[in-house]
């Protein structure tokens, strides 16, 4: 496993990351959860991303479980808030952030984490107090950086011309099917000291190939979960699962496996500081990891980028 600096920080994060949307303390049953994570940690994964809104505490929880045996400082955890913990719980408030970080670091059974992301930008709360509260958060030694997730252009920028702690990641979705934060999120930010941490790198998993045209979706997959899979339609639709198809041959020649292709396609961009993928099972780890360090010809990325943008030319 490679390593990089995350942003303006000491840390440094593995190249490939685990994550924890729909799978831990939700879809994956509770034992092979624990044999992804344990398998993670013996292939170098060093960093591990979560959110309070996982399962509302429960991915927090199965992490906090999980990793109370490991010492401290071997990884790096990364939470998030934002997004409603209850009817009356949700955003970037003074309150909330206060509110919301001692009750992660709770769940987490920690005293500190080392990422803390704003999920979404919060229109409803002041930038100025949101910062604040942040950066009493990291005085006060509960978190140690900052980050934001999908936030605009002109959020991070406004965020940036602010005193006080400051950011060192970006957490967007990208993919070979989402390819939105090059124009204008990782130049901005490689400009400022903030790296991408990014997520679905694997389109949900479509990019392994596992999802065939004109067939039902393999029955242990997350597009046919009752838990997992309500968030894959644009990614199953027959024209992206036919320009998977058309990755094969390329793939092929870069004798990699696909789920491969896709992550070393994300980790070219330097900016990108770690790939954070999901895991149902820990084979998808060993399968994973190995693009850490992959060289594939840039022929075949340029390849692979014109036939993804086709696929999202037809869905436009
Ligand atoms: N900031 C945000 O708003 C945001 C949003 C979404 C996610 N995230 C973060 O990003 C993380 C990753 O997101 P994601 O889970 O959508 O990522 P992903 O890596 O694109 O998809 C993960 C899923 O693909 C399948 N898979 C993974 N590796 C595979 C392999 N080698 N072969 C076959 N199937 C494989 C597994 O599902 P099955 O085996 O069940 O098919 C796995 O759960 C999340 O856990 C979360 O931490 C953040």
Known sequence: MQYRQLGASDLRVSEISLGSWLTYGVGVERDRARACLDRAFELGVN?????????????????????SGRPRDSYVLATKLF?????????????????QLDASLRRLRTDHVDLYQCHRYDPDAPLDETMEALTR???????????????????????LALPGARFVSSQPQYSLFWRRPEKEVIPLCAANGISQIVWSPLAQGVLTGKYRPGSPPPSDSRAASQ???????????????????????IVAEAACSMAQFALAWVLREPNVASAIVGASRPE?????????????????????????????????
């Open 47 to 67: 960093f591990i991303d979560t959110a309070n809104v996982y399962g509302r505490g429960a991915a927090e929880e199965f992490l906090g479980e999980a990793l």
């Open 83 to 99: 997004f409603p913990m209850s009817d009356t719980d949700r955003g970037l408030s003074r309150a909330q952030v206060e509110k």
């Open 137 to 159: 958060a990291v005085e006060s030694g509960k978190v140690r950086y900052l980050g934001f997730s999908e936030w605009s252009p002109k959020n991070i920028r406004d965020a």
């Open 227 to 249: 838990e997992m899979g309500g968030f894959m339609e644009r990614l199953t639709r027959p024209e992206v699962l036919d320009a998977v198809e058309k990755l094969r041959p």
């Open 284 to 316: 998808q780890l060993d399968d994973n990891v190995g693009a850490s360090g992959l060289e594939i010809d840039p022929a075949l990325f340029a390849r692979a980028e014109e036939v993804a943008a086709s696929a999202l030319r037809v869905e436009a």
